[in-house]
């Protein structure tokens, strides 16, 4: 009878912990990168389900693609998406919510050409072909902002993802084409591509926040603890990301390369005070941009978009 009575207690226990595992859709745009991949370091270092929560992952293209998933409801939760494109879908009345910030400037993103077209930077894109990942995305943004820089009309083209984009540079289809390290580093360091740009040489972007972590708001409203629970997790991944060298390993398993041209990309490239989740910084700079590029009909304010933001990531202790 007592053993009985432990085996029950036994599964009973078991049974309880179960169920205290919560599950949640995550969409992550452009799988190998270092910043998406955060969520996927912290599941595979267990941080996540320490937490109780069982991520479900899916792929976006980046952009309007990530927005509808969650405007949509088929995911709960997406990460490393343009500010930009949110502010436009949030004043047209779409059930958004930005809960952490994702990437402030743009250290990873550069833009690049065949060496042999010989484009060397902006003021040869006259006319030329400039990819970025799909409509309202951070690329989309920054190829813009790139090209009013440098005062030329290039014609700015969505490619999708950074392979596909790769494919099309080298087959002549594009002229410009984008990608983040360690995507195209090798060809950049023999010399058969050329970087043209990237997303820091804007001098407004440097402090101020491109990318976001946003939820759908009926989320919010009925998991908002499970929610929480998640961007505690997520900023607990951030800090092992960076402390622990599995992190690197798994970085180079996701994008195929070395080892040490993963820890070389996140090390140039991600610094980490630029994927800190608890600022949206110079937020003045993107509702300028929104309109500037169309993404409202007419200028907004702080306090008009102020809804947008319910801010989950609590600060550092």
């Known amino acids: 009878m007592r053993k009985q009575m432990l085996l029950a207690a036994t599964l009973t226990t078991f049974v309880s912990g179960a169920s205290i595992a919560e599950t949640l859709k995550v969409a992550l745009p452009q799988k190998g990168n270092w910043d998406t991949g955060i969520v996927e370091y912290g599941v595979k270092a267990g941080i996540f389900k320490q937490a109780g929560l069982d991520i479900d992952i899916s792929y976006t293209q980046g952009g309007a693609a990530t ?30 919510r930005v809960i952490s910030a994702a990437m402030t400037g743009s250290p990873d993103i550069f833009w690049y050409a065949r060496a042999d077209k010989n484009i060397k930077s902006l003021k040869d894109a006259e006319g030329k072909t400039m990819a970025y990942s799909a409509a309202g995305s951070s690329s989309h943004l920054l190829a813009l902002s790139l090209l009013d820089l440098a005062k030329v009309k290039g014609k700015p083209t969505a490619t999708g993802g950074i392979p596909g984009t790769y494919t099309q540079v080298m087959s002549g289809q ?34 101020t926040t491109v990318r976001v972590n946003f939820a759908n708001a009926e989320a919010l409203k009925t998991k908002r603890a499970v929610l929480v629970k ?48 608890f600022d949206i910084r110079g937020l003045d700079v993107s509702l300028q941009q929104a309109l500037d590029f169309k993404f409202v009909p007419k200028a907004m304010t702080q306090a008009e978009v102020a809804g947008l933001f319910d801010m989950l990531t609590p600060k550092a202790k």
């Open 67 to 96: 927005v509808q998933a969650v405007i949509s409801g088929s995911v709960d939760i997406a990460m490393q998406t343009g500010l930009l494109g949110l502010i436009g879908a949030y004043a047209k009345g779409a059930p958004v």
């Open 230 to 277: 998640f961007s505690e997790a997520y900023a607990k991944a951030l800090d092992w990301s960076y402390s622990d060298p599995k992190a690197i390993s798994y970085f180079a398993e996701a994008a195929e390369v070395s080892p040490e041209v993963a820890r070389e990309s996140r090390d140039q490239f991600y610094p980490k005070d630029s994927l800190q989740p």
């Open 174 to 207: 594009i002229d410009i084409g984008w990608a983040v390290p360690p995507f195209a580093i090798a060809d950049v360091k023999s010399g058969v591509l050329n970087i043209v740009a990237r997303g820091n040489d804007l001098p407004e972007i440097r402090d």
